[in-house]
Nanobody
Framework: QVQLVESGGGLVQAGDSLRLSCAASGRTFSSSAMGWFRQAPGKEREFVAAISRSGGSTRYSDSVKGRFTISRDNAQNTVYLQMNSLKPEDTAVYYC???????????????????WGQGTQVTVSS
């Protein structure tokens, strides 16, 4: 099992950028598909971005496509979420998630992930 710790959240203004990091412990990171999800107050946790275990494939929700970029460094056991052109509606707690996979699949469904971080708050003011 992998343990995940997110960092990089904060309070920013609309139009600013942030980069979230998710550091993983354990030996399974390079075998894991990774994802970022977010949850705003009173709303369901929703998919933001996902990346295959090699980093060769990525997928994004329509709401962040073109603004956010997911990447990973398997040597550093870290996955990143670069967030540009932030909007107030991006305000949420952001979670990273991991699932060991046996191919270059992308996992976008939250119920398919079995390891989660504790989350990091992102607040975007207008």
């Amino acid at each position: 099992q992998v343990q995940l710790v997110e960092s990089g959240g904060g309070l920013v203004q609309a139009g600013d950028s942030l980069r979230l990091s998710c550091a993983a412990s354990g030996r399974t990171f390079s075998s894991s598909a990774m994802g970022w999800f977010r949850q705003a107050p009173g709303k369901e946790r929703e998919f933001v971005a996902a990346i295959s275990r090699s980093g060769g494939s990525t997928r994004y929700s329509d709401s962040v496509k073109g603004r956010f970029t997911i990447s990973r460094d398997n040597a550093q056991n870290t996955v990143y979420l670069q967030m540009n052109s932030l909007k107030p509606e991006d305000t949420a707690v952001y979670y990273c998630a991991a699932r060991v996979v046996y191919s270059s699949v992308i996992v976008t469904t939250k119920t398919q992930y079995d390891n989660w971080g504790q989350g990091t708050q992102v607040t975007v003011s207008s």
